[in-house]
T-cell receptor
Framework: EADIYQTPRYLVIGTGKKITLECSQT?????MYWYQQDPGMELHLIHY???????EKGDLSSESTVSRIRTEHFPLTLESARPSHTSQYLC?????????????FGPGTRLTVL | KQEVTQIPAALSVPEGENLVLNCSFT??????LQWFRQDPGKGLTSLLL?????REQTSGRLNASLDKSSGRSTLYIAASQPGDSATYLC?????????FGKGTRLSVIA
């Protein structure tokens, strides 16, 4: 089983609050990813990183930001949460090697913004 | 732009049946294709990864095939069990990270 962790698992918060979703992995993977998934819909990539100090935006525009200061840690931040941000956020990682190796996923954070 | 389609969207079968889930993609220039399982409210579990140079991969009761030139993959599940009930997602990687289909929601009835 992959060692990739996300906290919190569930978060209910009011509009306008700043939130940070945590993601960490203990496998030493260089590449990390954030996906957003609405209920019953497909996953959309919102951010990815190929290593420390490297971050890129995915194919779905997002108001969130990410940072990669340490290899094992890839937090996602929303400066001012809105109801439209309500969704499930999934973090993944993959090892160095081919451009896009097998990805391992965390359990996800289900965010509800009231 | 890569697009991934999965058919059917939902499937209900009695326990013990063999079944096939289908995945198609529009751009055949891929590095690999991955099949995942997702249980309700949970993350994704990787089932099988097929590199672009491979034709199939097997793990237990699961067999995945890849026909890159026609842009198709199938996931074969043998002797289905109620514990197989979940959503099965297909994803391909090319010049961008994984692009996912919407999934097939499988229910295996005891």
């Amino acid at each position: 089983e992959a060692d990739i962790y996300q906290t919190p698992r569930y978060l209910v918060i009011g509009t306008g609050k700043k939130i940070t979703l945590e993601c960490s992995q203990t496998m030493g993977h260089d590449k990390m990813y954030w996906y957003q998934q609405d209920p019953g819909m497909e996953l959309h990539l919102i951010h990815y990183s190929y290593g420390v100090n490297s971050t890129e935006k995915g194919d779905l525009s997002s108001e969130s930001t990410v940072s990669r200061i340490r290899t094992e840690h890839f937090p996602l931040t929303l400066e001012s949460a809105r109801p439209s941000h309500t969704s499930q956020y999934l973090c993944a990682s993959s090892p160095r090697g081919q451009p896009h190796n097998e990805q391992f996923f965390g359990p996800g954070t289900r965010l509800t913004v009231l | 732009k890569q697009e991934v389609t999965q058919i059917p969207a939902a499937l209900s079968v009695p326990e013990g049946e063999n079944l096939v889930l289908n995945c198609s993609f529009t751009d055949s220039a891929i590095y690999n294709l991955q099949w995942f399982r997702q249980d309700p409210g949970k993350g994704l579990t990787s089932l099988l990864l097929i590199q672009s140079s491979q034709r199939e991969q097997t793990s237990g009761r699961l067999n995945a095939s890849l026909d890159k030139s026609s842009g198709r993959s199938t996931l074969y599940i043998a002797a289905s069990q109620p514990g197989d009930s979940a959503t099965y997602l297909c994803a391909v990687s090319g010049n961008t990270p994984l692009v996912f289909g919407k999934g097939t929601r499988l229910s295996v009835i005891a």
